[in-house]
């Protein structure tokens, strides 16, 4: 079936540094790739629609300037997260949707627990 | 894309059926019933999806009422490899709409 990797699997960083974390389908293209966060206990809220060759789509309440989104290839996205404070702490989980099929289906991530002391 | 509502949490005994049930009362007629489950600090993974039709795989079942304003989705003998957020979602055809997720039901299968 189809594959989703996200690399860090976890990260730990000081405040005010910048940290980016890899969102690559591994057998099948993504013209589109999303990105959400989850808080502890809660679920998961789409932060932003990344597509391939242009610019990324932020959920409303979303800094674009502080969740940098790249889509530069078939089969990669990138979210840094710039300046990352404490509250910025949680679990990032990147999905894609597979280029051939007309389907809703998106195939996840094992997600990126993003620590910021 | 329209509002589900599902139990925050149920538990069954493993071997057992487990059914979880979905509210989507504003369905369109154009909206499929996607499910979803999360494993504890994994990604979500994909179940199974539905528009009108009873649905089965090799992971689980979808049954859907005829006037579509609910569904439910069984897994028929459950494990504790099962326990895991279970997430209804409705979302328009077109392979071009983005998940939203609500609050789900915790599964817990127990021995």
Redesign the interface.
């Known amino acids: 079936g189809a594959v989703v990797s996200q690399h860090p699997s976890w990260v730990i960083c000081k405040s005010g540094t910048s940290v980016k974390i890899e969102c690559r389908s591994l057998d099948f293209q993504a013209t589109t790739m999303f990105w959400y966060r989850q808080f502890p206990k809660q679920s998961l809220m789409l932060m932003a629609t990344s597509n391939e060759g242009s610019k990324a789509t932020y959920e409303q309440g979303v800094e674009k300037d502080k969740f940098l989104i790249n889509h530069a290839s078939l089969t990669l996205s990138t979210l840094t997260v710039t300046s990352a404070h404490p509250e910025d702490s949680s679990f990032y989980i990147c999905s894609a949707r597979d280029l051939g099929t007309g389907s809703n289906e998106q195939f996840f991530g094992p997600g990126t627990r993003l620590t910021v002391l | 894309d329209a509002k589900t509502t599902q139990p925050p949490s149920m538990d069954c005994a493993e071997g057992r059926a487990a059914n979880l049930p979905c509210n989507h009362s504003t369905i369109s007629g154009n909206e499929?019933v996607?499910w979803y489950r999360?494993i504890h600090?994994?990604?979500?993974?994909?179940i199974i999806?539905g528009l009108k039709n009873n649905e089965t795989n090799e992971m689980a079942s979808l049954i859907i009422t005829e006037d579509r304003k609910s569904s439910t989705l069984i897994l028929p003998h459950a494990t504790l490899r099962d326990t895991a957020v279970y997430?209804c979602i409705v979302?328009?055809?077109?392979?071009g709409?983005?998940?939203?997720?609500?609050?789900?039901t915790q599964l817990k299968v127990e021995l």
């Open positions: 499929y996607y999360q600090s994994q990604g979500p993974q994909y999806h997430y979302i328009l055809t077109g392979g709409n983005k998940l939203t997720f609500g609050t789900g």
